[in-house]
C-alpha cells in the first residue's frame, strides 16, 4: 500500500495534517506513507515525524510549469494507491495536482467553489465544515476510505530534535533569560493572495513592546519570524529597548518550536507560528483576531485569548471563506480592519496571561 497526504496550503495547514498521517499509519503500520508540500517550512514541520516513509517538498509556484508538471509525473510513476487533499486546500490546483499523480483514490473535500471539475479531479469527498477545527475535517477524510479514528486523542504533532532543544537551552543562558518572564512575538502574517494585509500595524506593536516593558521589568521579548520580517524587526529593535528585546537567529521552525516552548505567553495574529506555539503548549497565547479567523484554524488543544476586531463583530465568512480566493474588500478596508484593534485591548490582554 502507497499512500500520499498532499498539504500544498500554509505551514500550518500541514500541522493541520498530523493528526490524519499518525491516524494513517495506525492503520497501515506496514504502508510507505508520504507527503508532497509546497512550502520548506511545512518540511520543517514534517521533519523528524516518525509516521512518515518521505516527504516531498517542492515550491511549484515558484518555477516554470514544464518544470513543475515534470516532478508531478515523477511522483505519478511512484503509482500511490490513495491520495488524501488535505483542509484546507480549496483552490481548485490543488485537486489538479492530485489527479496528475494519478492515485487510484483521490479524497479531498469539497469547498464552497466546488464544481463539476472537482468530481473529476478528486473521486471521494466531503464537505468541509465551518463548524469544526481544520484537523476534525481533515479526520472525517478516513470515512471515505472506510476507516474510524484509533487513537484517543487528537493534537499538533512537531518533533524538534535534541539538538534544537539545547539550541534553545544555550540561547536562554547567553542573554541571560532564565528565570525572566519571556512573551514570543509574530509581527506578521501569510504572504500568499492578500493575506499579509492582516497584519496588525507594526506601530502598534512597537507601541505594545514599549507597554509591556515599561509596565514589567521583569519581561524580555522575542521577536519570532523569518526572512519575510527582517525589515520590521530592525525597525523594532531600533523604536525599543534593544536590551529587553531580542530576535533570536532560528535557522528552521524546529528551533523556534523549541524556543516557543521556552516562552511564558506568545503574541500573533492566525499564523503558523501561532500553531507551532499552541503545539508547544505555551500556557500564555493570545491571537489578534483577522478577517480570515473562523473556528477551523483556532490553535488547537491549547488555552488562548482572542482579541476581538470590533470591525468584523462575527461577520468573518463575509470576508473570508474558503473558495479559492483571498480576504474580500479592498486593501484599504481590510487594512483599517487591522487598525481597529487597539493597542490598549492588546496590551491588558496580554498583561493578564503574562499574569
Known amino acids: 500500500m502507497k499512500l500520499l497526504v498532499i498539504s500544498l496550503a500554509g505551514i500550518g495547514d500541514t500541522l493541520f495534517a ?8 495506525e492503520h497501515f503500520p506496514d504502508a510507505r506513507l ?17 509516521h512518515l516513509s ?16 515534470r516532478f508531478l509525473l ?3 510513476r511512484e503509482r500511490y494507491n490513495v491520495s488524501f487533499n488535505t483542509h484546507p486546500q480549496s483552490r481548485i490546483h490543488y485537486r489538479v495536482v492530485a ?3 494519478g492515485a487510484h483514490t483521490r479524497i479531498s473535500h469539497s469547498y464552497d467553489n466546488a464544481s463539476l ?7 471521494r469527498a466531503c464537505p468541509q465544515d465551518y463548524a469544526r477545527h481544520a484537523i476534525e475535517n481533515n479526520l472525517a477524510l478516513l470515512d471515505l476510505f472506510g476507516l474510524k479514528p484509533r487513537l484517543n486523542r487528537h493534537s499538533y504533532e512537531l518533533f524538534p530534535s535534541p539538538a534544537e532543544h539545547e539550541w534553545a537551552e544555550r540561547l536562554i543562558a547567553e542573554k541571560k533569560l532564565r528565570g525572566k518572564k519571556l512573551l514570543g512575538i509574530h509581527v506578521g502574517s501569510g504572504g500568499t493572495k492578500n493575506l499579509a494585509l492582516r497584519r496588525w500595524p507594526l506601530a502598534n506593536f512597537i507601541a505594545l513592546i514599549n507597554q509591556l516593558t515599561s509596565a514589567r521589568s521583569d519581561l524580555n521579548i522575542l521577536l519570532f519570524g523569518g526572512p519575510d520580517e527582517e525589515r520590521d524587526h530592525s525597525r523594532v529593535l531600533a523604536e525599543t529597548d534593544s536590551t529587553r528585546v531580542f530576535q533570536p537567529p532560528t535557522q528552521n521552525l524546529r528551533q523556534a518550536a523549541a524556543l516557543a516552548k521556552k516562552c511564558n505567553a506568545f503574541l500573533s495574529v492566525d ?19 483577522t478577517p480570515c479567523w473562523n473556528k477551523p484554524i483556532e490553535p488547537h488543544g491549547n488555552p488562548f485569548t482572542l482579541v476581538k476586531n470590533p470591525a468584523l463583530a462575527g461577520r468573518n465568512l463575509e470576508f473570508y471563506r474558503y473558495d479559492g480566493h483571498g480576504i474580500k474588500g479592498t486593501n484599504g478596508e481590510i487594512t483599517r480592519c487591522m487598525e481597529s ?7 491588558d490582554a496580554v498583561m493578564r496571561k503574562l499574569e
Open 271 to 289: 499564523t503558523a507560528l501561532m500553531h507551532i506555539a499552541a503545539a508547544m503548549r505555551v500556557p500564555g497565547q493570545v491571537v489578534i483576531e
Open 18 to 25: 498530523t493528526p490524519l498521517i499518525h491516524e494513517l499509519r
Open 99 to 101: 489527479r496528475i499523480i
Open 341 to 347: 484593534v487597539t493597542v490598549e485591548s492588546v496590551f
Open 34 to 50: 508520504d507527503a508532497l508540500v509546497l512550502w520548506r517550512g511545512s518540511r520543517d514541520v514534517l521533519e523528524g515525524n516518525p
Open 54 to 69: 518521505r516527504v516531498h517538498q517542492r515550491n511549484l509556484l515558484a518555477e516554470p510549469k514544464f518544470s513543475a508538471l
Open 74 to 76: 515523477s511522483l505519478r
Open 117 to 123: 471539475l472537482d468530481s473529476l479531479l478528486a473521486n
